[in-house]
């Protein structure tokens, strides 16, 4: 069995285990309200793959958490509400599982083992090694369990209603649908790129890539804003639910892209070009025919 295997295997028992964790905590605390119970067993989950990334020394063995997640909260949702399974509930499920399927595979593919940590989390360790346990626990884990469970309530609430298909529930399944293509065609365009490219330090200005500098973030940001389409299809209303998808919008346009961007920055500032060429997350007409600032100042 090669490393990656066997590191996958350990990260796997490990996600078992804090699922059924969750579970168990979602069952047993039945005297609680459904939101209640949730978070307690989403907080219970993180706190067992906080501690073992602590014990092994790598904050990145929360990686799959973000996707994983989603759909098993969902599972134990429908089954709280003892539910028939429709065609509204079963796309609703269908288009999150295939969203999480996508990204955990991914993951997977772009994972080298539990000796791999993500560089961001290197800079978080480095700022401040001595209260790495908390910055690892605020920022790592905590933060990101918070925004995705704000995401979880849109699609359990959807469980409320007596669901059925219309205009802009189908709007929405097909925007979740679409933006996990997009995911995958923007990540396999950029592993092809880095494969490509091995001994150059180049930025990738091609396919997707080439209509927005961050075309993954942008799929990621539309599955959130398309699950509360289908939301609002069935509620047949606009509520504050709408909070959610912009909270994941700004978690993407104020900390993770201009994070990426100034490390990128650093090793290639011909990236500069490249930013004032292309629109930052939405797809849109690049500047080729315009004289930026930066050739000016060149």
Known sequence: MSKKNRDLLIVGLLYIIAMVLAGVIFFVFEDFSLITRLFLADIAAMLFIYIMSLLLKN???YDPYWSVIPPIFIIFVFYYHNLTLNLPY???MLAISFWALRLTLNW???W???NEVDWRYLMIRDKAPKLY???NF???QLFPTLIVFIQILV????FEFVATINLVFMIGFMMVVIATIIQYISDEQMRKFRKNNQKDKKCIDEGLWRYTRHPNYFGEVMVWWGLYVMYAGIAKQLDLYILAPIAMSMLFIFISIPM???KILKTRPEYKLYQEQVSMIIPFFRKDDEVSSYQKES
């Open 59 to 61: 904050a990145s063995l």
């Open 90 to 92: 079963f796309l609703m």
């Open 108 to 110: 997977v593919k772009g």
């Open 112 to 114: 080298h083992g539990l």
């Open 133 to 135: 346990f908390l910055t």
């Open 138 to 140: 605020l920022a790592i």
């Open 155 to 158: 699609g359990i609430h959807i």
């Open 260 to 262: 990426m961007e100034k």
